[in-house]
């Protein structure tokens, strides 16, 4: 049951891309790119990734069709200020996960080819250093939606 | 913060008055107007805030016209694919959470600090995208350096790579100002949405009297 949801999401996932399972060891949750305002032509794609495995994964390359250029990116805040940059893998260790997330690791969208509307599914391929690739289907969302609600 | 940071800090703020004292000191531009309030969260050192002009799609925009509302003020750059919408996102969210009553006394103001690209066209669409009450604002970069400089904020134009758009590494603060236009609190990058929240009607509910 433990694995059950993470499969049937990497399933779904993978069904959406119209790709078989790459690695089932490797599992993508609940990923989503982030709407921008028109006119915008740069995104990040935030997601969790999830190792099952027993051997280390490192998240190599990220590719899409909906952008010229695809990067991994990470922030650092350094005394406030936030520093934008390309970093050469992503690591997800053994039995753990790594979140892509807003002011941290991302998937970075320079020129995206297209304009985004809200509820797209944007392709990306994700490929690990194993060789191992997900395909994802990545909705898009107003940064609104991803974020948690405040308290009234 | 340790003893080794202090110093990086210091030397930033230092080469970073250098640098602007080297290109953009003008000295008829008027000294800062803005006092700190008594009892603000500001710790010594920081910046002074203060009133200034720039220019927005509606035209002129002068932090003086807001006498009387709270001013959050955000310094950024559109191109910014993350920590701006993260922040301006979190803002609006804030500002859904008002009242209309209290919405009317608050007013968002989204500074680039890359007026190069940042047009008020650009601008124009940008800032109500994460909520109708946040206005894009720039100026020359003499005046945006001059503006940042009172609150603060450092940035600095990173060289692109290969034919990469250029980024801007910069602050991700967001200053509260209060009704009398005296910077009252900085959020940290990462406010949750609950305390952005707090802070404003703190501030409303001063009713910009000294505390
Ligand atoms: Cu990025």
């Given at each position: 049951?433990?694995?059950?949801?993470?499969?049937?999401?990497?399933?779904?996932?993978?069904?959406?891309?119209?790709?078989?399972?790459?690695?089932?060891?490797?599992?993508?949750?609940?990923?989503?790119?982030?709407?921008?305002?028109?006119?915008?032509?740069?995104?990040?794609?935030?997601?969790?990734?999830?190792?099952?495995?027993?051997?280390?994964?490192?998240?190599?390359?990220?590719?899409?069709?909906?952008?010229?250029?695809?990067?991994?990116?990470?922030?650092?805040?350094?005394n406030g200020v936030m520093?934008?940059?390309?970093?050469?893998?992503?690591?997800?260790?053994?039995?753990?996960?790594?979140?892509?997330?807003?002011?941290?690791?991302?998937?970075?969208?320079?020129?995206?080819?297209?304009?985004?509307?809200?509820?797209?599914?944007?392709?990306?391929?994700?490929?690990?250093?194993?060789?191992?690739?997900?395909?994802?289907?990545?909705?898009?969302?107003?940064?609104?939606?991803?974020?948690?609600?405040?308290?009234? | 913060?340790?003893?080794?940071?202090?110093?990086?800090?210091?030397?930033?703020?230092?080469?970073?008055?250098?640098?602007?004292?080297?290109?953009?000191?003008?000295?008829?531009?008027?000294?800062?107007?803005?006092?700190?309030?008594?009892?603000?969260?500001?710790?010594?050192?920081?910046?002074?805030?203060?009133?200034?002009?720039?220019?927005?799609?509606?035209?002129?925009?002068?932090?003086?016209?807001?006498?009387?509302?709270?001013?959050?003020?955000?310094f950024?750059?559109?191109?910014?694919?993350?920590?701006?919408?993260?922040?301006?996102?979190?803002?609006?969210?804030?500002?859904?959470?008002?009242?209309?009553?209290?919405?009317?006394?608050?007013?968002?103001?989204?500074?680039?600090?890359?007026?190069?690209?940042?047009?008020?066209?650009?601008?124009?669409?940008?800032?109500?995208?994460?909520?109708?009450?946040?206005?894009?604002?720039?100026?020359?970069?003499?005046?945006?350096?001059?503006?940042a400089?009172?609150?603060g904020v450092s940035y600095?134009?990173?060289?692109?790579?290969?034919?990469?758009?250029?980024?801007?590494?910069h602050s991700s603060f967001?200053?509260?100002?209060?009704?009398?236009?005296?910077?009252?609190?900085?959020?940290?990058h990462?406010?949750?949405?609950?305390?952005?929240?707090?802070?404003?009607?703190?501030?409303?509910?001063?009713?910009?009297?000294?505390?």
């Amino acid at each position: 049951m433990k694995f059950a949801k993470p499969l049937i999401i990497t399933l779904v996932l993978s069904a959406i891309a119209g790709s078989a399972l790459a690695d089932s060891v490797l599992s993508v949750h609940a990923p989503y790119v982030r709407l921008m305002p028109p006119g915008i032509k740069t995104t990040g794609s935030f997601m969790l990734i999830k190792n099952d495995g027993d051997d280390d994964r490192r998240l190599v390359r990220a590719d899409s069709p909906a952008a010229r250029i695809v990067e991994l990116h990470t922030h650092l805040n350094e005394n406030g200020v936030m520093k934008m940059r390309a970093v050469p893998h992503i690591e997800v260790k053994s039995h753990s996960q790594t979140e892509l997330k807003p002011g941290s690791f991302h998937v970075m969208l320079i020129d995206l080819t297209a304009p985004l509307n809200e509820g797209d599914k944007v392709p990306i391929t994700l490929e690990f250093d194993d060789g191992s690739t997900i395909e994802l289907a990545a909705p898009v969302k107003k940064p609104h939606a991803a974020m948690p609600m405040p308290h009234r | 913060m340790s003893r080794q940071r202090y110093w990086i800090a210091a030397g930033i703020c230092l080469s970073m008055l250098l640098v602007w004292l080297a290109f953009f000191w003008e000295p008829d531009i008027g000294t800062p107007t803005g006092h700190p309030g008594p009892g603000t969260l500001r710790p010594a050192g920081q910046p002074m805030g203060g009133d200034f002009t720039l220019d927005s799609p509606d035209g002129k925009l002068a932090l003086q016209d807001y006498r009387g509302k709270v001013v959050l003020l955000y310094f950024g750059y559109t191109f910014c694919p993350d920590v701006c919408p993260t922040s301006l996102s979190a803002l609006g969210q804030a500002f859904t959470a008002l009242t209309p009553e209290e919405l009317a006394q608050v007013q968002g103001v989204f500074v680039s600090v890359d007026p190069e690209r940042d047009t008020q066209e650009v601008l124009s669409v940008y800032a109500p995208f994460f909520h109708p009450r946040i206005v894009g604002a720039t100026g020359t970069p003499a005046r945006v350096a001059e503006v940042a400089r009172r609150y603060g904020v450092s940035y600095m134009k990173q060289k692109p790579v290969d034919d990469r758009p250029y980024t801007v590494d910069h602050s991700s603060f967001t200053y509260l100002i209060d009704r009398e236009g005296r910077l009252a609190a900085l959020l940290p990058h990462g406010a949750p949405v609950a305390d952005i929240v707090l802070q404003i009607r703190r501030l409303l509910g001063d009713k910009g009297k000294p505390s």
